[in-house]
């Protein structure tokens, strides 16, 4: 028979994080775990400041959901949920002008509960409050782990964000920039060479093979942050990012950029990205940011190809 362990709660959270603001926030904004958040909630988020200004007060995390750009505040809570974190909650997304709303606590009472879902349920759909209860969980002496249990969100959570950031404007300009990028990107030989012309989506990315089932070369337009990205996408191959990141000196040199490797140890995939801010709604300018585009998806396919 297989000995198996006990799954135990740790109920005091303060255990592992005495003080909110110098212990738990902190600890939050690290890329791995809001990463965690973000899994948890279903958007990606990406952190702009911890202990943010708001008039005279501060609220924990002010940060931007990375795909729309729209803002997003947390306010973190480690005990029951009470009216003053609840006003302040409301508070904060009117000073910073925030359309999700996140709330962490230890424990969500149920007239607490109630008042975010009543706030769901009487703001506009571009408006999300989430309320999340913060479990931690040992096994025998092991190391403690973090689970955030969604106890509130908005009803068809997915659909309204599809509907709220995924306007038929977003949907054009998307195809259209694709549209020109194919027809400039194919008329280079080398370019045409190394890639194959895809269909134009309405997405905001789009993929290129590079031989390999566990990765691609991908091209993001992110236009709320004003920048385009190219990235080397791994699928669930932690080894292949690993045995790339022990040459990446190497890599860095032979394509002569200054990568972001993003390991992100708690999600199937791995990012490899160059990113430059472009003014991407300037039609005129296009051509120029379609050629430096050619220029890294080439080198990056380069450098990278020899180790795959």
Not at 133 to 147: D, F, M, Q, T
Not at 232 to 237: L, R
């Amino acid at each position: 028979m297989i000995n198996l362990s006990k799954l135990e709660e740790i109920n005091d959270l303060r255990k592992v994080w005495p003080h909110e603001a110098q212990d738990f926030t902190p600890w939050l904004a690290s890329e791995d775990n809001i990463g965690s958040l973000s899994d948890a909630i279903g958007i990606e988020i990406a952190i702009d400041e911890e202990e943010s200004p708001v008039g005279d007060f501060s609220v924990d995390i002010f940060a931007r959901e990375i795909d729309t750009g729209r803002k997003v505040i947390i306010e973190n809570q480690l005990e029951s949920t009470n009216h003053d974190h609840l006003g302040k909650l409301i508070t904060y997304a009117s000073g910073k002008s925030a359309e999700i709303i996140v709330w962490l606590v230890k424990h969500a009472r149920e007239e607490h509960r109630a008042a975010i879902e009543w706030l769901n349920n009487h703001t506009d759909d571009q408006v999300a409050f989430f309320l999340c209860e913060i479990k931690l969980y040992k096994i025998g002496n092991s190391s403690p782990a973090v689970k955030f249990e969604v106890i509130e969100r908005p009803n068809d959570w997915a659909k309204d964000v599809k509907k709220a950031t995924t306007t038929s404007a977003v949907q054009q300009r998307r195809y259209d920039y694709w549209v020109a990028f194919q027809n400039y990107a194919f008329q280079d030989s080398a370019f045409a060479r190394e890639f194959n012309r895809r269909k134009p989506t309405l997405d905001h990315w789009m993929t290129f093979s590079i031989g390999s089932s566990s990765c691609h070369l991908a091209l993001l337009q992110l236009h709320k942050r004003q920048s385009l990205a190219v990235e080397f996408y791994i699928g669930n191959d932690k080894d292949l990012f690993h045995s790339l990141y022990g040459h990446r000196q190497e890599i860095e040199a032979d394509c002569g950029l200054k990568l972001d490797w993003r390991e992100l140890p708690h999600r199937k995939a791995s990012r490899i990205l160059f990113e430059r801010k472009f003014e991407l709604s300037n039609a005129n300018q296009w051509d120029a940011q379609f050629a430096w585009v050619v220029d890294v998806m080439l080198k990056m396919k380069k450098a990278f190809k020899k180790f795959i």
